[in-house]
Nanobody, 120 residues
Framework: QVQLVESGGGLVQAGGSLTLSCAASGSIFRVNIMAWHRQAPGKQRELVATTSGGGTTYADSLKGRFTISRDNAKNTVYLQMNSLKPEDTAVYYC???????????????WGQGTQVTVSS
């Protein structure tokens, strides 16, 4: 089994910054794709950013304000969020595709989410 644990959420004023972290632990041979998603109240969950061996991708509306990065040695992914706006308020979820052994297929796991609230 694999666990993803997010941290770093909280309350911040508009224009401020936060950095979220998500650490994967457990039965891990290789962590492939790691990503951040978010879900605002009353809205569907949306993809924020991904990182993999092929590079990084971002939701078009967030390019330039959010930066995803990872530390492969720690199986950890980060999301640096700058110039935060009230509409960024959401629960932010980490997910990852993880191989538990060399020969196993990747399985998708999700974290429990961390709340980010941006006040105006």
């Amino acid at each position: 089994q694999v666990q993803l644990v997010e941290s770093g959420g909280g309350l911040v004023q508009a224009g401020g910054s936060l950095t979220l972290s998500c650490a994967a632990s457990g039965s891990i041979f290789r962590v492939n794709i790691m990503a951040w998603h978010r879900q605002a109240p009353g809205k569907q969950r949306e993809l924020v950013a991904t990182t993999s061996g092929g590079g990084t991708t971002y939701a078009d509306s967030l390019k330039g304000r959010f930066t995803i990065s990872r530390d492969n040695a720690k199986n950890t992914v980060y999301l640096q969020m700058n110039s935060l706006k009230p509409e960024d308020t959401a629960v932010y979820y980490c997910n990852a595709v993880v191989q538990s052994t060399l020969s196993s297929i990747g399985r998708e796991y999700w974290g429990q989410g961390t709340q980010v609230t941006v006040s105006s």
